[in-house]
């Protein structure tokens, strides 16, 4: 029998913003851990074939398919002082921090095999240590924000610091530690200043997650505490496979399947455009990502007011329509022939507007499809009567996580498959392999990116299923105190 548990204080403003700015950890991580990053990096500064880093990617991202769901049920079971979730985003914060040093400063002289096994173990490491803050902080918002609303308000403050922090950490990665200038006449090819960012990451990882885990401390009585049970291997892997099986998560998940693999193959497959097609420097790069930044603010303010005025799922929809149009037309554009030129200032403000309208619409997605699954959780407790919101992120999370894995195999496919060349610096790549590349990439974005929109139409959860599953909830506690009263 769970505790009762006492009505919590509004949720104010400063508190959004601190359990936000827990995300920029996760912005952090993703650049980091980024297919656009290492691939060019194992591929193109160490040598490695974009296939093999392809498929590294991947290996590391399946680890996370049986890990992720056991954090997120061991979450939403463990019993402290510090409640459910508090615990694992403490522990977190040194392992995360200390493996994305360590993924930068791999020892020398390593055959490209041995640096390639030594980078998929310790990707591993790190997406577990980041999983172990991820998943039971985004666990956290269900019972954080219970109105349907105002959990989309919290999402939103969560995916604006996670874009921002992305937005960021790519600008000062191309712009500060990239730069190409006599200083650094490598560019994008020196190892080193990789190995100096990676250190720059690990101490805001280990700051911006004890920052947001101290200041939802104060949450902690409020939350839900899971009645005392021992569960068999076998209990622990039926309730996880119930909750897979929530057919809204399902919806959601198939979805995430088919967008997160179109993403993943942008992901991977930009900076090669942007040197090779568009003829930028490193340092051009940087300004770029800094559109995310005013993508955040847009997405912060107009998400929770679409989600509320369309309704979540016609309103995700009809954003994440549109990010497949705007996302094609700059390449589409230029085989097309209708582009400026390379080192037009026009060019410039078009690359540059396209990553802002993108990014807003994509953003503003996210935020409201993970209010969605948010909705699951009531839906799932509903069903089952157990609270399992850390599986119901790790699902969401980790379909994500291996579908960019997916992306990033399909990308390096793409690659060696137009014979794309290593250690090839911007201006030496024949046009013609860089134009096969962008004549295979619309297609497949187009197939992942337009798919992930038609299974959305199968979500089922409104705005009064949702307050139906609120008051079931309500109700049921209500019977648990009143019983526990007389027992």
Known sequence: MSSPVPTPPPLGFPLKVTYGLGSVAYGVAYVILSSAVLQIYFNQVLGIPAVWVGAAILVSLLADVVL??????????????????????????????????????APRGLEPTQLLGLAVVTMIALRVAGASYEIPSAALAPELAPDY??????????????????????????????????????GVLNPERYAQFGALSAVLIVVCILISAAATHSRIPYLHKPPVRRATVGQTFRQIASTFANPALVVVMGSSLLGG?????TTTL????????????????????????????????????????????????GLFSTSVFTSMLPIGGRLLGIMPPNGSGLLYGL???????????????????????AD????????????????????NG????????????????????????????????????????????LPCILIFNGGSVVVLQFY????????????????????????????
């Open 398 to 441: 980790l379909v994500g996580k291996f579908t960019l894995g997916i992306g990033a195999f399909v990308a390096g496919s793409l690659i060696s498959l137009v014979g794309f060349p290593t250690h090839a610096a911007p201006g030496t790549v024949d046009p013609d392999i860089v134009r096969r590349l962008a004549i295979y990439y």
């Open 149 to 186: 609303d105002q959990r989309t308000s919290l999402m939103a403050f969560r995916w604006f610091f996670a874009i921002g922090g992305i937005a960021v950490m790519q600008l000062v990665l191309y712009t500060v530690f990239l730069r190409q200038d006599a200083a650094n006449p490598l």
């Open 351 to 373: 690359l540059f507007t396209d990553v802002v309208v993108t990014a807003a619409l994509g953003l503003m997605g996210f935020v409201i499809i993970t209010s969605m699954v």
């Open 376 to 395: 699951v959780a009531e839906d799932q407790a509903v069903k089952s009567g157990a609270r399992s919101e850390g599986v119901l992120f790790a699902a």
């Open 68 to 105: 992720d769901p056991l954090i997120g049920q061991w979450s939403d079971n463990f019993r402290s002082r510090w409640g459910r979730r508090h615990p694992f985003m403490y522990a977190s914060a040194l392992p995360a921090a200390a493996l994305t040093y360590f993924l930068w400063h």
């Open 270 to 317: 930009s900076n090669y455009f942007y040197l090779h097609l568009w003829g930028l420097k490193s340092q051009a790069i940087g300004p770029l990502a800094a559109g995310g930044l005013l993508s955040s603010v847009l997405g912060v303010f107009l998400a929770p007011f679409l989600a509320k005025r369309f309704g979540k799922k016609q309103a995700m929809i």
């Open 460 to 487: 089922r959860i409104d705005r009064a299923a949702h307050e139906r599953n609120i008051a079931r909830l309500r109700e049921a506690a209500a019977l648990a105190e009143e019983t526990h009263i007389v027992g």
């Open 261 to 265: 693999t179109g993403v993943g193959i």
